[in-house]
């Protein structure tokens, strides 16, 4: 036998195996495409909107969307000090969030290590066109001048962490928090390749990791899908619907969140999805090549793997 065969057979050995342990949740039975009506509650303009994305998705475009607006408050993956490896993290999780949709900026965890600056605080346009350092040189944060800046805006926060949705909402519920979940999608091949070009994981951990993308990601479309009465309040969005055209993606979602479209927003998309101005985030308008790009990076092993891992959830969001 070939022993790039042999190779090739054992780490497929090794990734079925591995799978097997990772999670119960790569179901086979779901197929669901249904398109489902979007609206069940007729609730008010959203105060609070989390971003529910995916490490390399393309989703700091996305959140653009909504850094650009002046009535938001911004904040991107403030999760970073959060350990996902604790049994309890999604409770944490959902009460480190909700948290900050309180505008409850106590936890220590939001703030950068050793620094009085709020996570990330570089990537929202809000957060680094103030300060909120208090005491000598700037040394402490000024918790209660963050804190009224988020009351007098609406607020967004984009999470890359694939956490469990039901348990959020239910949270949110509890404390009468009116939530609003983006949850988003993309195509799990280019998602490979992203993470490989990364190259932060070892070899054979790339389809662990995208085998847990595809697992998380797949249960969060089957909760939607599933759960028809939560649609007032999630709503599916692909990265290849955004990344194809932009402009309308963002009317649809400021329709189903009820907000104007601000007008610098318009201007934003267009000078920043402009193929030849090379903008800052590489998305060029109406580019179905792009988009389909991944088809001729990918080797025919790779692609092979990753279709095989992650079927259902191609199946089910309807990638081909
Ligand atoms: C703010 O959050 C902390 C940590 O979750 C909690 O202990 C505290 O009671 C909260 N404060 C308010 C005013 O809700
Ligand atoms: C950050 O603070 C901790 C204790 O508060 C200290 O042990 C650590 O050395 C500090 N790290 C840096 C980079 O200053
Ligand atoms: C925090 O900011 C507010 C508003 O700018 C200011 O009045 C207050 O003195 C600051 N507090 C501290 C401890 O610096
Ligand atoms: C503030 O910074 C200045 C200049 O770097 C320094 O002389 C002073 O000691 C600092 N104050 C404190 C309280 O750290
Ligand atoms: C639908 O929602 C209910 C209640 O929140 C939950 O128990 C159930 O697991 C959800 N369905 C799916 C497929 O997640």
């Known amino acids: 036998m070939d022993p790039c065969l042999v190779k090739f057979a054992s780490f497929f050995i090794f990734i079925c195996t591995s799978l097997y342990f990772i999670s119960g949740t790569l179901q086979s039975t779901n197929n669901i ?44 993956e403030p999760e970073h000090n959060l350990n996902f490896l604790n049994p309890h993290i999604q409770e944490e999780w959902a009460n480190f969030v909700l948290d900050l949709f309180q505008c409850n ?23 680094s066109s103030h300060n909120f350092c208090g005491g000598d040189n700037c040394s402490h944060f000024n918790r209660s001048k ?18 469990r949705i039901d348990i959020l909402l239910k949270e949110a519920e509890r404390r009468k928090v009116d939530l609003r979940v983006l949850l988003y999608f993309r195509d799990a091949r280019p998602v490979y390749l992203s993470r490989k070009k990364a190259d932060e994981l070892g070899e054979p951990t790339y389809y662990l990791n995208i085998a847990r993308y595809c697992s998380l990601k797949l249960d969060q479309f089957n909760f939607y899908a599933e759960n028809q009465s939560h649609h007032s309040r999630l709503k599916s969005v692909k990265f290849e619907e955004v990344a194809e055209d932009p402009e309308i993606e963002a009317n649809i979602i400021y329709e189903y969140l009820k907000w104007d479209v601000p007008a610098n927003l318009h201007s934003w998309i267009e000078k920043n999805t402009q193929t030849t101005s090379g903008g800052t985030f590489g998305t060029s308008r109406n580019s179905i090549e792009k988009i389909s790009e991944w088809r001729e990076n990918i080797e025919e092993e790779e692609k092979f793997l990753v279709d095989t891992i992650c079927k259902d959830y191609l199946n089910a969001l309807n990638y081909t």
Do not use: H, W
Request: proline share 5%.
């Open 33 to 76: 495409i249904e398109e489902i009506a979007d609206y069940t509650e007729d609730l008010p303009p959203a105060e609070n909107v989390l971003l529910a994305t995916g490490y390399r998705t393309g989703s700091s475009f996305f959140a653009e969307l909504f850094n650009q607006n002046d009535d938001v408050l911004y904040l991107f």
């Open 146 to 163: 963050a804190e009224a800046l988020c009351k007098s805006k609406k607020r967004v926060i984009k999470t890359i962490k694939i956490g």
């Open 105 to 127: 900026y106590t936890n220590p965890k939001l703030l950068q290590p050793n620094k009085s600056r709020i996570m990330s605080t570089d990537r929202s346009k809000m957060l």
